[in-house]
Protein backbone atom coordinates (compact mmCIF):
# COMPACT_ATOMS: atom_id res chain seq x y z
CA UNK A 1 0.00 0.00 0.00
CA UNK A 2 1.33 3.46 -1.26
CA UNK A 3 0.49 5.56 2.46
CA UNK A 4 1.83 8.40 0.59
CA UNK A 5 -1.23 8.87 -1.56
CA UNK A 6 -3.97 8.08 1.15
CA UNK A 7 -5.58 10.86 2.34
CA UNK A 8 -7.83 10.59 5.49
CA UNK A 9 -10.84 10.21 3.11
CA UNK A 10 -9.05 7.27 1.68
CA UNK A 11 -9.49 4.95 4.48
CA UNK A 12 -12.88 6.22 5.51
CA UNK A 13 -14.82 3.11 6.94
CA UNK A 14 -12.02 1.01 5.81
CA UNK A 15 -9.24 -0.85 8.75
CA UNK A 16 -7.37 -3.54 8.12
CA UNK A 17 -7.13 -7.38 9.43
CA UNK A 18 -3.78 -8.24 10.19
CA UNK A 19 -3.45 -11.81 12.33
CA UNK A 20 -0.02 -14.37 11.66
CA UNK A 21 -1.60 -16.55 13.87
CA UNK A 22 -4.86 -17.40 11.94
CA UNK A 23 -3.43 -16.44 8.77
CA UNK A 24 -5.74 -13.90 8.09
CA UNK A 25 -4.61 -10.95 6.36
CA UNK A 26 -7.32 -8.13 4.52
CA UNK A 27 -8.65 -5.63 4.20
CA UNK A 28 -12.68 -4.82 5.67
CA UNK A 29 -15.25 -2.48 5.10
CA UNK A 30 -17.41 -1.84 7.64
CA UNK A 31 -20.46 1.32 8.01
CA UNK A 32 -23.62 1.77 9.63
CA UNK A 33 -26.38 3.14 8.04
CA UNK A 34 -30.11 3.46 9.29
CA UNK A 35 -29.01 1.29 11.98
CA UNK A 36 -27.76 -1.51 9.42
CA UNK A 37 -24.08 -2.45 9.36
CA UNK A 38 -23.05 -3.50 6.09
CA UNK A 39 -19.64 -5.80 6.46
CA UNK A 40 -17.19 -7.50 3.98
CA UNK A 41 -14.04 -8.45 3.83
CA UNK A 42 -11.34 -8.18 0.99
CA UNK A 43 -8.01 -10.97 2.05
CA UNK A 44 -4.78 -10.21 -0.01
CA UNK A 45 -5.17 -13.88 -0.90
CA UNK A 46 -8.60 -14.10 -3.12
CA UNK A 47 -7.78 -10.16 -4.42
CA UNK A 48 -4.24 -11.43 -5.51
CA UNK A 49 -2.13 -9.07 -2.37
CA UNK A 50 -2.60 -6.37 -0.18
CA UNK A 51 -2.77 -3.53 -2.80
CA UNK A 52 -5.33 -5.07 -4.98
CA UNK A 53 -7.57 -6.04 -1.83
CA UNK A 54 -7.39 -2.41 -0.99
CA UNK A 55 -8.29 -1.11 -4.21
CA UNK A 56 -11.65 -3.37 -4.35
CA UNK A 57 -12.31 -2.70 -0.66
CA UNK A 58 -12.15 1.29 -1.60
CA UNK A 59 -14.42 0.80 -4.92
CA UNK A 60 -16.84 -1.66 -2.39
CA UNK A 61 -17.20 1.21 0.21
CA UNK A 62 -17.39 4.45 -2.78
CA UNK A 63 -20.44 2.34 -3.85
CA UNK A 64 -22.01 1.54 -0.49
CA UNK A 65 -21.83 5.05 0.41
CA UNK A 66 -23.39 6.37 -3.02
CA UNK A 67 -26.05 3.30 -2.29
CA UNK A 68 -26.31 4.26 1.21
CA UNK A 69 -25.47 8.27 2.08
CA UNK A 70 -25.04 9.36 5.54
CA UNK A 71 -27.67 10.59 7.57
CA UNK A 72 -28.42 14.69 7.14
CA UNK A 73 -27.09 16.99 10.21
CA UNK A 74 -31.10 17.64 10.20
CA UNK A 75 -32.25 14.07 9.59
CA UNK A 76 -29.77 13.53 12.91
CA UNK A 77 -31.33 16.47 15.05
CA UNK A 78 -34.75 15.56 14.28
CA UNK A 79 -34.35 11.92 15.74
CA UNK A 80 -36.90 11.77 19.01
CA UNK A 81 -34.43 10.33 21.93
CA UNK A 82 -35.88 8.15 24.37
CA UNK A 83 -35.49 10.39 27.41
CA UNK A 84 -37.68 13.39 25.10
CA UNK A 85 -40.55 14.51 28.04
CA UNK A 86 -41.85 16.91 25.80
CA UNK A 87 -42.71 15.04 22.66
CA UNK A 88 -41.25 17.82 19.84
CA UNK A 89 -37.33 17.21 19.15
CA UNK A 90 -34.76 19.60 20.54
CA UNK A 91 -37.20 21.41 22.89
CA UNK A 92 -37.50 20.56 26.97
CA UNK A 93 -38.62 21.96 29.90
CA UNK A 94 -35.87 22.18 33.13
CA UNK A 95 -35.68 24.00 36.63
CA UNK A 96 -33.50 26.41 37.91
CA UNK A 97 -33.36 26.95 42.02
CA UNK A 98 -31.58 29.95 43.56
CA UNK A 99 -31.20 30.66 47.34
CA UNK A 100 -31.99 34.35 48.08
CA UNK A 101 -29.75 35.80 50.93
CA UNK A 102 -32.85 35.67 53.23
CA UNK A 103 -32.08 31.87 53.06
CA UNK A 104 -35.32 31.59 51.10
CA UNK A 105 -35.13 28.78 48.20
CA UNK A 106 -36.76 30.18 45.14
CA UNK A 107 -37.22 27.92 41.85
CA UNK A 108 -37.89 29.55 38.06
CA UNK A 109 -38.93 26.76 35.26
CA UNK A 110 -38.11 27.71 31.29
CA UNK A 111 -38.63 25.85 28.21
CA UNK A 112 -35.57 25.80 26.20
CA UNK A 113 -34.93 24.92 21.91
CA UNK A 114 -31.34 23.74 21.38
CA UNK A 115 -30.32 23.03 17.81
CA UNK A 116 -26.38 23.37 16.28
CA UNK A 117 -24.95 26.49 14.15
CA UNK A 118 -22.92 25.94 10.79
CA UNK A 119 -19.80 24.75 13.22
CA UNK A 120 -22.07 22.44 14.84
CA UNK A 121 -21.76 24.11 17.88
CA UNK A 122 -24.78 23.83 20.11
CA UNK A 123 -27.35 26.89 19.89
CA UNK A 124 -29.98 27.21 22.94
CA UNK A 125 -32.44 29.78 23.48
CA UNK A 126 -34.77 29.88 26.73
CA UNK A 127 -37.99 30.75 27.61
CA UNK A 128 -38.71 31.70 31.31
CA UNK A 129 -42.48 30.52 32.36
CA UNK A 130 -42.54 33.28 34.68
CA UNK A 131 -42.32 36.00 32.04
CA UNK A 132 -44.27 34.27 29.82
CA UNK A 133 -46.46 31.85 31.18
CA UNK A 134 -46.56 27.71 30.20
CA UNK A 135 -47.90 27.93 27.08
CA UNK A 136 -46.32 30.72 25.71
CA UNK A 137 -42.79 30.15 26.74
CA UNK A 138 -43.41 26.14 25.20
CA UNK A 139 -44.89 27.83 21.84
CA UNK A 140 -41.50 30.51 21.63
CA UNK A 141 -38.97 27.11 22.00
CA UNK A 142 -40.53 25.42 19.12
CA UNK A 143 -41.19 28.46 17.72
CA UNK A 144 -37.49 29.01 18.13
CA UNK A 145 -36.19 25.61 17.32
CA UNK A 146 -38.25 25.75 13.95
CA UNK A 147 -35.96 28.82 13.33
CA UNK A 148 -33.18 27.60 14.00
CA UNK A 149 -33.32 24.23 12.23
CA UNK A 150 -33.65 26.14 9.07
CA UNK A 151 -29.95 26.66 9.16
CA UNK A 152 -28.76 23.54 9.52
CA UNK A 153 -27.29 21.24 6.14
CA UNK A 154 -24.83 19.15 5.84
CA UNK A 155 -24.49 15.85 6.93
CA UNK A 156 -23.98 14.54 10.59
CA UNK A 157 -20.57 15.25 11.96
CA UNK A 158 -19.16 11.53 12.13
CA UNK A 159 -20.00 11.12 8.16
CA UNK A 160 -18.39 14.46 6.96
CA UNK A 161 -15.93 12.08 5.72
CA UNK A 162 -18.56 9.43 3.89
CA UNK A 163 -19.47 13.59 2.24
CA UNK A 164 -15.45 13.37 0.74
CA UNK A 165 -15.95 10.08 -0.02
CA UNK A 166 -18.88 10.88 -2.17
CA UNK A 167 -17.78 13.62 -3.36
CA UNK A 168 -14.70 12.13 -5.06
CA UNK A 169 -15.95 8.89 -6.01
CA UNK A 170 -18.15 11.29 -8.29
CA UNK A 171 -15.15 13.09 -10.05
CA UNK A 172 -13.73 10.27 -11.18
CA UNK A 173 -17.08 8.79 -12.56
Known amino acids: MNKANNTPNDSYGISRIDCERQNAHAWRVSLRRHGK ?59 KTYTLKDGTVKESWYWEANWPDVNGESVSKAFPVNRFGEERA ?36
Request: aromatic content about 8%; glycine content about 6%.
Open 37 to 95: RHVKNFTDKKHGGSDLALKSAKQYRDQLVQEHPPISRKEFCNIKRRHNKSGITGVYTYR
Open 138 to 173: RQMAVDARERGMQTVNGTFWAAERADLVIQNAANFT
